[in-house]
């Protein structure tokens, strides 16, 4: 059986259509995989679990389709992104997942498989690594998680608007992965095959790490379509969904 991984997919409510493609994969093809990883951004903001408390949200509908297929015995494994890592055990008990650690190594058909959302490997973007080690410290996400959820929700949108203006001063390659820092990664991990999200730029890198060959294998955003990777031993194929 195959693993589906997807990441980026940044739900929201002016998308309704990722929303319910995300759907038709976990009620389709996900009930036939052997587990379901989702590497980051399943959301395109989470202020919060309180998130969960509002009635027929966005949220809330995804939360529950996520729980149905755990409980149809589908395991489902989530990572943080840039977007959504406040997402808590409060989100993982409802659904039935489980929180991955970013890095992190998984066997897959006996395949060391390095998984990370991507955002580490960035590292010539040294004031979004600055911000991110900021914003994940726990004393930080403390106090955060102490506002009031419009104030969070305010600031998130503020947040949104500074990535954007980021994004539109910084050159391009300076927010793509750093190659030694993906070589390092594999040293440190021993592996060879590696997966993740984060830079928007599907495609299949191979990389030299001491004289041996590497596989880089970069996930698609949901922006404009929908798409998972489908991972059987050594056979990795990326899918489009129909919708969007």
């Known amino acids: 059986m195959a ?13 309704p259509w990722a929303v319910d493609v995300f ?17 980051g951004d399943l959301f395109e903001a989470w202020v919060g679990d309180d998130q969960l408390d ?3 949200s966005l949220e809330l509908h995804v939360a529950e389709e996520l729980a149905k297929l755990t409980a149809s015995g589908v395991p489902c494994y989530v990572m943080h992104g840039n977007r959504d890592f406040l997402l808590g055990q409060r ?24 998984l990370t959302h991507g955002d580490l490997l960035c590292t010539d973007d040294h004031a979004y690594q600055e911000l991110r080690s900021t914003v994940r410290s726990v004393a930080w996400q403390r106090r ?12 998130a949108t503020q947040a949104r608007a500074g990535s954007r203006a980021h994004m539109e ?7 793509d992965v750093n190659e030694p820092a993906v070589r390092a990664a594999f ?9 993740h999200g984060h830079t928007h730029r599907p495609a299949q890198h191979e990389h030299d790490v001491d004289g041996a060959p590497a596989t880089r294998i970069v996930l698609d ?24």
């Open 3 to 15: 693993s589906l991984f997807v990441s980026d997919l940044h739900l929201e409510v002016r998308a």
């Open 23 to 39: 759907v038709a994969l976990l009620r389709g093809a996900a009930r036939d995989a052997e587990s379901l990883y989702i590497l």
């Open 54 to 56: 509002t009635a027929a």
């Open 91 to 114: 989100f993982m008990t409802t659904t039935g997942a489980t929180l991955l650690p970013d890095p992190v190594v998984a066997n897959l058909a006996g395949i060391p498989t390095l």
């Open 144 to 155: 955060f998680l102490r506002l009031p959820r419009s104030v969070r929700e305010q600031l």
């Open 169 to 175: 001063r910084v050159p391009a390659t300076i927010m």
């Open 187 to 195: 040293r440190a991990t021993e592996t060879r095959r590696m997966i």
């Open 221 to 244: 955003a949901w922006y404009e379509r929908g798409s998972y990777l489908q991972v059987d031993g050594a056979t990795a194929e990326s899918i489009a969904l129909p919708g969007g």
